[in-house]
């Protein structure tokens, strides 16, 4: 029988490098202070000895080296954006992502958010999570917390955001620009309050604002519903039924836009002869040629890298609160043009 070989231990990387185990655990965690010539010393010597952490030991260490990443809505797409940005940024950091979603409402978000603290997550990352403000700060005071979507700031937990008053008065001034009045807006009302800071709550307000800015404060029309494309078709319809249907929305989310788009193919409108259309997000579906939406980019790989930046931060002992503001830009392809010269035809 062959003889067992036997698995190279923090110890013997510290003896090999000639440093103590403390240094090598402080390059394992990629804490503050490390040099690079420490940082370069240890890792060859876990090369040479063939040095593998063990998630186990270093979850009895008091870290799991495991990030809990919460999603309300894993149909949206702009998700999986966020979450490459923060999946890249953990790996560099040593850390895994652990995925879970909640799209039933606050009572399941909270038993998703305990399930993760149970199983000795080291942070958590919540993108655009139910409850209030006071909901939050409760999840910041029990572990490092980062939430991504919501305007902050937080005195427990950090923030990343796209700038959603920006955005929405991007796309007013777009349409306003090419003639549009009768300018919609689709704000999304779901089994949840709405709280401030909520990216529909802010990206509504941008809408209202942006509008008053123009002139064209008579034409506010802000449409409640979902999300989501049944919710953007159903919007349409809405619109259409009007003696006065609008010209042009802002659809709050791309997922709605290319919901109009459907419904507004399904009643033989023009887009963007008799109706322009708008995203927000420039999720990949947005750039196909057979799409073309115009929509508002939020950088969203940088949001997510970002966010994760900024967990591994608090992790490593950051007390101090951080609210980041990402800047957004407008990508304009097909789905927008000059308003009609006559009525948007029913």
Not at 164 to 186: E, K, T
Not at 229 to 248: D, F, I
């Amino acid at each position: 029988m062959s003889e067992q070989i036997k698995r190279a231990t923090i110890s013997d990387v510290a003896l090999h490098a000639g440093v103590s185990r403390a240094a090598v655990s402080k390059v394992l965690r990629g804490a503050y202070g490390v040099s690079g010539t420490m940082k370069a010393r240890v890792e060859a010597s876990m090369v040479a000895l063939g040095y593998r952490p063990s998630a186990l030991a270093r979850g009895m260490r008091g870290s799991s080296f495991t990030l809990g990443v919460f999603v309300v809505d894993l149909q949206n797409t702009f998700m999986s954006v966020l979450i490459e940005g923060i999946r890249a940024e953990a790996e560099v950091s040593g850390y895994q992502v652990f995925i879970g979603e909640a799209s039933r409402g606050l009572s399941q978000q909270r038993q998703m958010i305990e399930a993760m603290l149970d199983r000795k997550m080291d942070g958590l990352l919540l993108i655009a999570p139910f409850g209030t403000a006071g909901d939050l700060e409760e999840i910041g005071r029990a572990t490092p917390t980062v939430v991504l979507g919501r305007h902050g700031p937080g005195q427990s937990y950090d923030t990343v955001a796209s700038d959603d008053m920006a955005g929405s008065a991007l796309i007013v001034d777009h349409l306003a620009a090419l003639g549009h009045r009768r300018i919609a807006h689709l704000k999304h009302v779901g089994r949840e309050n709405n709280e401030d800071g909520m990216p529909q709550v802010v990206r509504a307000q941008g809408y209202i604002d942006a509008m008053v800015r123009n002139g064209l404060e008579p034409e506010v029309d802000v449409i409640e519903g979902r999300w989501h494309q049944a919710g953007g078709q159903h919007a349409s319809e809405l619109m259409l039924q009007r003696p006065h249907p609008p010209t042009a929305v802002h659809a709050g989310t791309d997922m709605a836009a290319l919901g109009v788009l459907a419904g507004l193919y399904e009643a033989g409108i023009s887009v963007p002869g008799d109706f322009s259309v708008v995203g927000y997000d420039n999720v990949f579906a947005a750039s196909l040629p057979q799409v073309a939406l115009t929509s508002v980019d939020q950088s969203g790989v940088e949001m997510g890298s970002m966010a994760a930046r900024l967990l591994v931060e608090r992790i490593q002992g950051r007390r101090e609160p951080v609210s980041t503001v990402v800047a957004p830009s407008l990508v304009v392809r097909r789905t927008t043009g000059p308003a009609p010269a006559g009525p948007t035809r029913n």
